[in-house]
């Protein structure tokens, strides 16, 4: 069985066409495998709930009050019975064979724990080519994926034991969850790149939550410095803490821009204790 899990909140202008997206995967219309579709609705007020009870299928509506996404992708983690684990935003669409490509790698290689298909962007409407820093890469990608998050949940598959040997996601972070577990995942386990798009992102609208925050790199560092505590090889501490320091000027110069002094000295003391760090792994 696989378990798609679509965590939403006051996109019902999207989420139907999500949902029938998910409906329309050919894996599923041919009856080759049994799955079911979670939506954790995370507190909207826009006429969700009716919108998803109107639709037919092996459909679960979950209403949880405004907890953020984290907590809406583990509630539908909890809930899901099947062995393989999707996830799909609630404005990104599926293309009708993205699961059928992505079962035939999973059946292929038993011992392959995710693997992830490229992707088409769209923004405002308008189809945009990514940048050459959103290049995706198959295998080992942790080098890769520190300077931003590269494994895109919407085009991913995981099988279900590795929530259990990675955790969950961070219920404390408002945005940047899916760094953190790519940085997690990535550690642990290889991922293999399907190179072919097999999704449809869409962005731009004044939803989206990387709008809704200034400083994104606050949320990386935290998610960095997590790493820290984990048992990483000298080569990967190194490189944890590199990106700590890159990060960690950034957002100095824009607290300085802003004028404000307090978050300034804040990352300058980090910069430092990185610096001191890098120094002494390096002797």
Known sequence: MISVIIPTYNRAHFLREAIESVLSQSAFRS?????????????????????VEELRGPLRYVYQSHQGVSRARNLGLELAKGEFIAFLDSDDLWLPDKIK??????????????????????????????K???????????????????????????????????????????????YDFCL???????????????????????????????????????????????????????????????KAKILQNGYLKRGNQEEASYFQNLISKMAEELQSGLK
């Open 31 to 51: 009856g080759k495998y049994d799955f079911e579709l979670i939506v954790i609705d995370d507190g909207s007020t826009d006429g969700t709930r009716e919108l």
């Open 184 to 246: 997690r995942y990535s550690l642990r386990f290889p991922l293999h790149l399907i190179e072919r798009p097999l999704i449809i992102k869409r962005g731009g609208h004044k939803d989206q939550l990387s709008r809704q925050f200034w400083g994104m790199d606050r949320y990386r560092i935290q998610a960095l410095m997590k790493l820290l505590q984990l048992d990483l090889s000298p080569d990967q501490a190194n490189l944890v803490r590199w990106e700590i320091w890159r």
């Open 101 to 130: 490509h992505q079962m035939n790698v999973m059946e292929t290689f038993p011992q392959l724990m995710g693997c992830m298909t490229e992707e088409i962007w769209v923004r405002r409407g308008c189809r945009v080519n990514p």
């Open 132 to 178: 050459k820093k959103h290049k995706k890469y198959s295998g080992w990608i942790f080098p890769y994926a520190l300077p931003l998050c590269l494994l895109s949940l919407s085009a991913c598959l995981f099988r279900r034991q590795v929530f259990k040997e990675v955790g969950l996601f961070d219920e404390n972070l408002p945005v940047c969850e899916d």
